[in-house]
């Protein structure tokens, strides 16, 4: 498995910190490069919701999906809200491939 290794970035409603964390380890484990958020808003990082915070780290995740080859939305019981939304729209903009934990189809 040594030699060039995927890009991935991680996607979602950070409320799913546990299942984040889960994706990390399989993604990285396959063989991949995963970077993820870091912060977990809806987890109780609450210095996400400081003046100007939330913004920064929107932006920041955009950043991060510049970085990769492809995201993969952490969708647990198919739930996309709307900054995830966002961020698959920018993926497809930019020309990124988008997988999901719980296809659209399944939803």
């Not at 109780?44 to 993969?72: C, P, Q, S």
Request: contains cysteine.
């Amino acid at each position: 498995m040594v030699g060039k290794y995927k890009v991935i970035t991680l996607c979602g409603s950070t409320r799913f910190k546990d299942e984040f964390i889960e994706a990390q380890k399989r993604l990285t484990l396959a063989g991949n490069i995963v970077i993820s958020v870091g912060l977990f808003g809806h987890s109780g990082d609450n210095e996400v919701w400081t003046e100007g915070t939330k913004e920064m780290l929107d932006d920041m995740h955009k950043r991060k999906i510049d970085m990769a080859d492809e995201i993969f939305v952490v969708n647990v019981g198919g739930y996309i809200g709307s900054s995830t939304r966002s961020e698959i729209e920018y993926a497809l903009k930019t020309g990124k491939a988008v997988k999901y934990l719980v296809p659209p189809e399944q939803n």
